[in-house]
DNA sequence: AACATTCATGATCTGTAGATCATTATCATG
DNA sequence: CATGATAATGATCTACAGATCATGAATGTT
């Protein structure tokens, strides 16, 4: 299950199915990542910014990592170019 | 290339990174990106935390997207993060 | 419908990120 | 070395994230 994300609002989503995948409640989430449940809830839903130490917390607590990688469309530069 | 992200400091190694193989400056960097050239500093340098929206404002100005994956098998903390 | 659980929202308060300007340090290169 | 370019640091100020508590809405279960 991988997912893209070029916004906050699909970080929000990512978290939301993991957390669901896990079938964990808000609450839960918030006891084992240490991250309130009301802040759960605006992320989910994407209501204003967050703090990347916070998302962290969570896809920790959710087993997930994330993957910085190219733009798979309307790359300016070409991928044996990167890196 | 794909680089793992656990923490905000993985991400200013990665924009670092991505930023030098596109020969930018971090000046040239604030300009495409309307992030500052002492902000991206203090992200690439880990210094203090970063809202996700700054993250992706750089990251879409480098032309890269970010990938939500449950944690590979391996080091969880790479050497240079311990202590 | 009633009840319990889960999620969303609203207020206040504290801490801090980012903008902005100025300055200092570091790196490159002639 | 000297000089210019690039990067880091420091101060101030504003905006807003997150903690915290309370409550309201939604969802589910019987």
Redesign the interface.
């Known amino acids: 299950?991988?997912?893209?994300?070029?916004?906050?609002k699909?970080?929000g989503h990512?978290i939301r199915q993991?957390r669901k995948a896990l079938k964990l409640t808000q609450k839960e989430l918030a006891n084992r990542s240490g991250v309130w449940q009301e802040t759960i809830s605006k992320i989910e839903n994407d209501v204003g910014?967050?703090?990347?130490?916070t998302?962290?917390d969570l896809?920790?607590a959710l087993?997930?990592?994330?993957?910085?990688?190219?733009?798979?469309k309307?790359?300016?530069?070409p991928?044996d170019?990167?890196?």
């Open positions: 299950m991988k997912q893209l994300a070029r916004t906050p699909d970080i990512a993991a910014g967050t703090k990347i130490d998302i962290f896809l920790a087993d997930l990592e994330i993957q910085i990688q190219p733009r798979t309307g790359m300016a530069i991928m170019e990167l890196f």
